[in-house]
């Protein structure tokens, strides 16, 4: 796993108590020494919260026109171009809430922010929570 190799050379070699040889760390070893949550929750809890700074921006600021545009010009061979919007909503999904409007859900600031807060703390894969009842 990518995130254990980066741990790995942060946490570099621990010598074996036994033969006093030197050894990689194991990944629950790993695991004890790292108390933070695991690095794909910590991305996907900071792309929903700047969705949901976007979607409060409203129409009137560039960043939020810019975000909700669809791609112009010719489609790549292979798949076909995806927006930024697509992506949040494929995040929604993974939670349970990919019916709602999720521009709709982010104007309530406590409930996007328990979701957030839900994000990074579930264990993978992600449940649904209070936050996306009506």
């Known amino acids: ?4 190799r980066v741990l790995r050379k942060i946490f570099g070699f ?13 990944s629950e070893e790993l695991n004890d020494l790292v108390t933070s949550p695991s690095i794909f929750r910590v991305l996907k809890s900071r792309t ?27 489609v790549p061979l292979g ?3 995806s927006r930024w919007e697509e992506n949040i909503k ?5 939670l349970g809430c990919g019916d709602m409007d999720w521009i709709e859900l982010a104007q309530d600031w ?19 929570g209070n936050f996306c009842s009506r």
């Open 14 to 26: 621990r010598r074996d108590e036994v033969t006093g040889e030197w050894r990689k760390l194991h």
């Open 1 to 4: 796993m990518f995130e254990h």
């Open 79 to 81: 798949r076909s171009r």
């Open 110 to 128: 406590n409930r996007w922010r328990a979701l957030v807060n839900t994000v990074m703390n579930l264990p993978v894969p992600l449940n649904a």
């Open 48 to 74: 929903i919260r700047g969705a949901g700074h976007v979607a409060r921006m409203g129409q009137r600021y560039v960043a939020y026109r810019i975000s909700m545009r669809k791609p112009q010009g010719k």
């Open 90 to 94: 494929i995040n929604l999904q993974e």
